[in-house]
């Protein structure tokens, strides 16, 4: 049996059988609806259902029941239960085109035992254009890609990466070690649809876990020495203090934030931390218990994000003014 899907937004149309999904028929289709780990994690195809009823194999972790009450699927999980018609979650701000580039190594650093710095340019670019938050996918010898987030503001044709090394990871742990200045990576960018919302003025909850940083860093660093910049509050969860990089950048970002406070929060720390423990989101609930006035920034581990939104939502938060990503780690596109 096959259902027709209606794009309010584009008038666009497609057809979908039961028994797939939202976005394998979209893109079979050549309908392009905004899509990343194809694994449920990530959240990047979230969409609104505004008429018509869909279902779930197993329901995605990028996605709350609080959220799918409130109209929201997930494109890449969800099996159409009727004719539908839906629209992307967010009447977004039109994003710079996604260009194929020959992106040239300047430098690879260590920032902790897990995580390096990578800075690219792109020789044939005078700027790259994107919004701060969104990321680029590294195309790999097999075709298949790998997503990492831009780490500083737009500005110029050179940008920074925060990468973690997944184990038994083909880019982060075979390839990335190897690679020197003046290597090239095949790269494309920018995409993905969590970025910055400048409309939605109110005081600012960035949460991160690990690398999640990175987008996190993306906007802050466009927001810096803004005088319409408001109230940042940054919780950034690591495991264990060793894997808090950038710490002496975050401390300087205090004079050049509005407002800005910083809260790291570790996992797994040692005896000789003082700070404070436990998971990142559980921190934000005992410090904030009334989050109805926030826009709300979450990043990196899928687990994190669904706690987060779950019990931010407890404590007021609007489900319109929550924006995430998930970093599902080594995901594999090649072949997709
Ligand atoms: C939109 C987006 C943005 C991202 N941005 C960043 C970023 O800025 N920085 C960053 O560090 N990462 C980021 N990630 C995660 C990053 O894309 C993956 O870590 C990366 O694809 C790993 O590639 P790899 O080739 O090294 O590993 P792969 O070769 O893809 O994976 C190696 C093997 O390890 C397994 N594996 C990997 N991680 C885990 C895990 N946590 N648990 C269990 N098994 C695992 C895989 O299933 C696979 O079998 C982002 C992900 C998304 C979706």
Redesign the pocket.
């Known amino acids: 049996m096959t259902h027709r899907v209606h794009i309010a937004e584009s008038d666009q149309m497609f057809e979908v059988a039961s028994d797939e999904t939202l976005l394998t028929a979209a893109l079979r289709s050549n309908v392009n609806l905004a899509h ?2 194809q694994l449920g994690g ?1 959240g ?1 195809c979230r969409i609104k259902l505004l008429e018509g009823a869909v279902a779930y194999e197993e329901f995605p972790l990028a996605l709350t029941p609080e959220e799918e009450a409130a109209g929201y699927a997930l494109a890449c999980q969800a099996l159409p239960r009727s004719d539908l018609v839906i629209m992307p979650a967010r009447a977004g701000i039109e994003a710079p085109e996604t260009v194929r580039h020959a992106a040239t190594v300047c430098s690879v650093v260590p920032a902790s035992p897990l ?1 390096t710095r990578l800075v690219l340019e792109v020789p044939n670019a005078d700027h790259l254009d994107f919004l701060p938050g969104q ?1 680029m996918n590294v195309i ?1 010898p097999d075709g298949g890609t ?4 831009m ?1 500083s503001k737009p500005d110029g044709n050179r940008v920074d ?4 090394r ?8 075979r390839q990335l070690p190897g690679l020197k200045t003046g290597d090239v990576l095949d790269v494309e960018l920018p995409l ?1 649809s ?1 970025h910055f919302h400048a409309e939605d003025y109110r005081p600012l909850l960035m949460v991160a876990t ?2 999640g940083l ?2 996190i860093k993306s906007m802050l660093d466009a927001l810096m020495d803004d005088p319409d910049c408001p109230p940042v509050s940054l919780y950034w969860g690591t495991r264990t203090a060793a894997d808090l990089y950038i710490r002496d950048e975050i401390e300087a970002w205090k004079s050049r934030l509005y407002e800005f406070n910083y809260v790291p929060v570790l996992s797994r720390a040692d005896a000789a931390w003082s700070g404070r423990r436990g998971y990142v989101q559980d921190a934000v609930g005992d410090d904030l218990p009334d989050l109805s006035e926030h826009a709300i920034y979450l990043c990196g581990s899928p687990e994190m994000i669904s706690s987060a939104k779950q019990s931010f939502i407890a404590r007021g938060a609007s489900i319109e003014h929550i924006y995430s ?8 596109t090649a072949g997709r």
Do not use: K, N, Q
């Open positions: 990343d780990c990530c990047t995580v990321h790999m790998r997503s990492f987030s780490a990466f925060h990468i973690r997944v184990e038994r990871g083909a880019f982060t742990e993905g969590f690990g690398t990175a987008p990503e998930g970093f599902l780690l080594g995901h594999d």
